[in-house]
């Protein structure tokens, strides 16, 4: 590249090919800025690991050029992975009021808001950084203070929509902004990067309007205890439970460290308005009869520590559920905790509860675009390039095929991979070379180091099982003075199995017989090969077999 060429360089590095972990890098020659930087939570193969993170190293080799990072909103995916880049840059990072208080607290667990500049911006900001100039819009998604993102750069104008979804009848000015997209807009649109989580689902969401009327319903027949179950995020949902709480004369309790720690700041705040005659401590529950009663808890995805799980296990040290209780799980099922959810339901009916969620009735509404709100976007904007993000392939390919319907040129409609670069000059559009960009797993404080070979090994654990042999060797002699001592975990029933391991240890004994004195790694690899063949052989199963010989 022509070191004195303009030129706009976009690099994914999460959310596009999957959902969650969004992170896109926008580069020019003396400037760049990263979009969002957020985490996945692991699928169920992943075992072990804690979160799944972006990689970041392009991002730390080109930290001089770097100005900002730029939040849309405070959703896990699109902030949780900050704890991981912060301590490899120094740059402000920039959002909303909510967004912020939600990063604040995040970095705070990790003992890095002393280090980290957090600068609040408003849908009047106009944010420049470097090459880059940011307008901030208005979105409505479910959860406050969202942003779409309109940017001006060296090859033009671009607009990132952030999480968004058009509702037709908002609340509480809770809106996706469209006179301002427009506006942005009219000059002319380079490019769109737009959301595709629901592009495959057809019209409109449900307004919040239409949800909190079903959950009006439920309040309003409801002769028991009402315990509801959202995202701690969802500050609109929630204001909604205590309007509800407060029209149906019932006080609301809160039972979930992350519920509780939302609700403080978003009061505090001024993100909540809840009359303090409605808000009820836990410990005063007793005092009050079952119908005056609702109750707010963690564990809408089945986690196995929150509030509702451990309250459908029986398990709750101050709660428990009582015959008749109705309980309304309000947000949708992430894909892979589908089986979780399913078993603290079930439980749930066991103990005498009603259980509501998303499949059987309408409490809650999607916070991203169908695809006729997909398609307004793609109208409002009219831009000359397309490029779909938050999305698995299926959903950035049908976008794609939506915009070209819109009137996108097939040409200038692109699917892009994380660790694909495109870059925008004045000649046009290329692709770069592309970089790594292979999810980094997390497991405890280790960042990295679980790779394939260690998620084999879990994998072989979890269905085979381990082996141990254990041979004690004088030093001096060669003898061995104890064993071999053969451990099963998790292999098999050792008293059933008795006389497999016996004969384990013959065949041990024979090979410790055939290898010279003193050649302990010989006597390791032929007992662990000679083991898992015999196992193979007499039970069809291929543990993972250690020998462990110790010499004194």
Not at 287 to 314: F, K
Not at 340 to 354: D, F, P
Request: net charge negative.
């Amino acid at each position: 590249m022509d070191s004195g060429e303009n030129y706009v360089k976009l690099i994914p590095l999460g959310g596009l090919g999957e959902i969650g972990q969004n992170c896109m890098v926008l580069e020019s020659r003396d400037s760049m800025v990263v979009i969002d930087c957020g985490l996945m939570f692991p699928e169920d193969f992943l075992l072990g690991v804690d979160v799944v993170i972006p990689r970041f190293d392009y991002v730390i080799k080109n930290k001089d050029k770097l100005k900002g990072i730029v939040l849309t909103h405070g959703h896990e995916d699109h902030i949780g992975a900050l704890p991981w880049l912060m301590p490899y840059v120094d740059v402000p990072i920039y959002g909303s009021r909510f967004t912020l208080q939600l990063v604040s607290n995040k970095l705070s667990e990790f003992n890095l808001m002393d280090y980290v500049q957090t600068e609040v911006v408003d849908q009047n900001s106009v944010l420049e950084l470097g090459d880059f100039t940011f307008n901030f819009f208005r979105v409505c998604h479910s959860i406050i203070e969202g942003f779409g993102l309109g940017i001006e750069t060296p090859m033009g104008r671009m607009v990132h929509t952030g999480d968004f979804k058009l509702d037709r009848e908002p609340m509480g000015g809770h809106l996706t902004d469209l006179d301002a997209f427009r506006a942005f807009a009219e000059p002319g649109v380079m490019l769109l990067l737009s959301d595709s989580t629901n592009v495959e689902r057809e019209g409109y969401a449900l307004t919040e309007r239409e949800i909190m009327s079903s959950l009006r319903g439920y309040f309003a027949k409801a002769k028991g205890r009402i315990l509801v179950t959202l995202f701690s995020s969802h500050i609109q949902r929630m204001q909604e439970i205590f309007d509800l709480a407060r029209e149906f004369g019932r006080k609301v309790a809160i039972s979930g460290r992350s519920l509780a720690k939302n609700i403080d700041m978003a009061m505090e705040e001024g993100f909540l308005r809840v009359d303090h005659d409605v808000y009820c401590p836990l410990e005063d529950l007793p005092g009050y009869d079952d119908s005056e009663m609702v109750l707010l808890l963690t564990g809408s995805q089945g986690e196995p520590l929150s509030a509702l799980t451990r309250l459908a296990l029986g398990e709750h040290k101050q709660l428990q559920i009582n015959k008749g209780d109705l309980v309304l799980m309000s947000s949708r099922i992430i894909p892979g905790n589908t089986k979780a959810i399913t078993r603290v339901i079930n439980n749930l009916y066991r103990l005498g509860a009603e259980v509501v969620y998303e499949k059987v009735r309408a409490i809650h509404a999607s916070g991203h675009a169908h695809r006729e709100e997909l398609k307004v976007m793609l109208e409002t904007v009219s831009p000359r390039f397309f490029i779909p993000v938050h999305g698995e392939y299926r959903h950035l390919f049908k976008h794609v095929q939506l915009a070209k319907e819109c009137g996108v040129a097939p040409e200038r409609s692109i699917v892009l991979e994380d660790g694909q670069p495109l870059t925008f000059t004045a000649k046009g559009v290329r692709f770069e070379e592309e970089i790594f960009s292979e999810s980094i797993l997390v497991d405890g404080k280790g960042v990295g180091d679980v790779g394939h070979t260690v998620l084999k090994e879990r994998h072989i654990l979890g269905g085979e099982g381990l082996v141990i042999a254990i041979m004690v060797v004088s030093q001096e002699t060669g003898e061995m003075l104890m064993g071999p001592r053969i451990l099963s975990r998790g292999f098999i029933f050792e008293q059933q199995y008795a006389h497999v391991l016996e004969d384990a240890k013959c065949l041990v004994l024979d090979i410790f017989e055939d290898i010279p004195p003193g050649a302990t790694k010989k006597l390791e690899e032929k007992t662990r090969s000679t083991l898992r063949r015999f196992f193979r052989k007499i039970l069809e199963r291929d543990p993972i077999v250690i020998p462990l010989v110790i010499k004194v």
